[in-house]
């Protein structure tokens, strides 16, 4: 069987997703892609720019793409010549929270539930996302006067479902013994924007810092657009604490910060997943994470208490905490590492090919 991804975004996590999709399945995907900018652009326009691009359509068994082109779109235009579509939600415009300033687009709302509602089958990539796609759908219906549609919740969730993303992790983590006078690296390797809140991650940093603690950062991550002006401020005052300072094109280079890495930590307002947490943690850093979003799903439950937080002023309490007596999770840091395998592509790829072979059958 052969299949057609068109990915609108190819960047970050959408970019993995599509890489080791295609790399670990054991059909044939074909692969068209638009750069990671101007996401709001992609959802008005990407179906157009893959229609025109797109040789054939009729010699593929299946069709996937993902939240940021306007499926409804891109089938009304191909017609009848279109295969069965999956769409994969990486996130959505219903729930995602805005940026200072900035005023909610209904229309990408809509386009989301018409998307899903073209594709035969639906996937998210968390149970978190699935059951905030569906909490968010009835209160967003709502906003409209008058008619309005709740008969798509039940015809979207009918043929939806979640699967995680596969991780490409390391060949093996091999972890160095733990020296009593090193110098702790905390690690942030999320996108450089507001949703990952970089506020509530320096001002815990500022907290250790105040009590006289010493530590190393890494602050790696993508940033899409201008740099957030917390991470021009840490540049200033962090500079005999920062050891790399950027995004790393290099994914060896990138896995390498990691296990150099003590702590990894999240104060994202949203995640729907977090991959790149998993990376951390699999590369055998310490996590830090709220008590929320996807977060309490990825982390096994024997270690909720230690390492989920639910205050800024726990989070600080603990990165003390952790930073005082790391070589004391040495254990724990080992059964995380064990335990990440879980989101492996080798893993979860079978899952995938199961739905991709659904997939196929629905034209049969």
């Given at each position: 069987?052969?299949?057609?991804?068109?990915?609108?975004?190819?960047?970050?996590?959408?970019?993995?997703?599509?890489?080791?999709?295609?790399?670990?399945?054991?059909?044939?995907?074909?692969?068209?892609?638009?750069?990671?900018?101007?996401?709001?652009?992609?959802?008005?326009?990407?179906?157009?720019?893959?229609?025109?691009?797109?040789?054939?359509?009729?010699?593929?068994?299946?069709?996937?793409?993902?939240?940021?082109?306007?499926?409804?779109?891109?089938?009304?235009?191909?017609?009848?010549?279109?295969?069965?579509?999956?769409?994969?939600?990486?996130?959505?415009?219903?729930?995602?929270?805005?940026?200072?300033?900035?005023?909610?687009?209904?229309?990408?709302?809509?386009?989301?539930?018409?998307?899903?509602?073209?594709?035969?089958?639906?996937?998210?990539?968390?149970?978190?996302?699935?059951?905030?796609?569906?909490?968010?759908?009835?209160?967003?219906?709502?906003?409209?006067?008058?008619?309005?549609?709740?008969?798509?919740?039940?015809?979207?969730?009918?043929?939806?479902?979640?699967?995680?993303?596969?991780?490409?992790?390391?060949?093996?983590?091999?972890?160095?013994?733990?020296?009593?006078?090193?110098?702790?690296?905390?690690?942030?390797?999320?996108?450089?924007?507001?949703?990952?809140?970089?506020?509530?991650?320096?001002?815990?940093?500022?907290?250790?810092?105040?009590?006289?603690?010493?530590?190393?950062?890494?602050?790696?991550?993508?940033?899409?657009?201008?740099?957030?002006?917390?991470?021009?401020?840490?540049?200033?005052?962090?500079?005999?604490?920062?050891?790399?300072?950027?995004?790393?094109?290099?994914?060896?280079?990138?896995?390498?910060?990691?296990?150099?890495?003590?702590?990894?930590?999240s104060t994202a307002q949203q995640e729907n997943f977090?991959?790149?947490?998993?990376?951390?943690?699999?590369?055998?850093?310490?996590?830090?994470?709220?008590?929320?979003?996807?977060?309490?799903?990825?982390?096994?439950?024997?270690?909720?208490?230690?390492?989920?937080?639910?205050?800024?002023?726990?989070?600080?309490?603990?990165?003390?905490?952790?930073?005082?007596?790391?070589?004391?999770?040495?254990?724990?840091?080992?059964?995380?590492?064990?335990?990440?395998?879980?989101?492996?592509?080798?893993?979860?790829?079978?899952?995938?090919?199961?739905?991709?072979?659904?997939?196929?059958?629905?034209?049969?």
């Open positions: 069987m052969k299949f057609l991804f068109l990915e609108p975004f190819f960047g970050g996590s959408h970019q993995q997703f599509a890489q080791g999709l295609i790399s670990h399945s054991k059909y044939k995907i074909d692969l068209i892609t638009l750069p990671a900018r101007f996401w709001k652009w992609r959802m008005r326009g990407a179906a157009l720019y893959f229609l025109q691009n797109v040789s054939s359509l009729e010699k593929y068994d299946g069709l996937i793409t993902t939240d940021l082109m306007s499926l409804s779109d891109f089938k009304s235009i191909s017609g009848a010549v279109c295969p069965p579509s999956l769409v994969y939600f990486h996130e959505n415009q219903l729930t995602y929270p805005l940026a200072p300033d900035e005023r909610m687009d209904y229309q990408f709302g809509f386009t989301d539930i018409t998307t899903a509602l073209a594709a035969d089958l639906v996937l998210f990539n968390s149970k978190t996302h699935f059951d905030a796609f569906f909490s968010g759908i009835p209160a967003f219906l709502n906003m409209m006067p008058e008619y309005k549609p709740h008969w798509t919740i039940k015809a979207i969730k009918k043929k939806a479902n979640y699967i995680y993303p596969g991780c490409q992790f390391p060949e093996e983590i091999v972890l160095p013994k733990p020296k009593s006078n090193s110098t702790p690296l905390i690690i942030w390797n999320h996108r450089w924007e507001f949703d990952k809140n970089p506020k509530g991650f320096f001002n815990a940093i500022d907290g250790v810092e105040e009590k006289g603690l010493n530590f190393r950062l890494a602050l790696l991550g993508e940033n899409f657009q201008k740099v957030p002006k917390e991470f021009i401020a840490a540049k200033k005052r962090y500079k005999n604490h920062i050891v790399q300072y950027g995004y790393v094109k290099s994914r060896k280079i990138y896995f390498e910060w990691l296990k150099k890495g003590s702590i990894i930590i977090g991959m790149s947490v998993i990376e951390a943690i699999r590369c055998g850093c310490i996590p830090l994470l709220p008590d929320r979003l996807a977060y309490p799903e990825i982390l096994p439950k024997a270690f909720h208490s230690d390492f989920l937080y639910k205050s800024q002023d726990e989070l600080t309490e603990k990165l003390f905490y952790i930073i005082k007596n790391l070589n004391q999770f040495q254990n724990k840091r080992l059964t995380l590492i064990k335990a990440m395998d879980t989101f492996s592509w080798k893993s979860i790829i079978h899952q995938y090919d199961n739905v991709l072979e659904k997939l196929a059958g629905i034209s049969n």
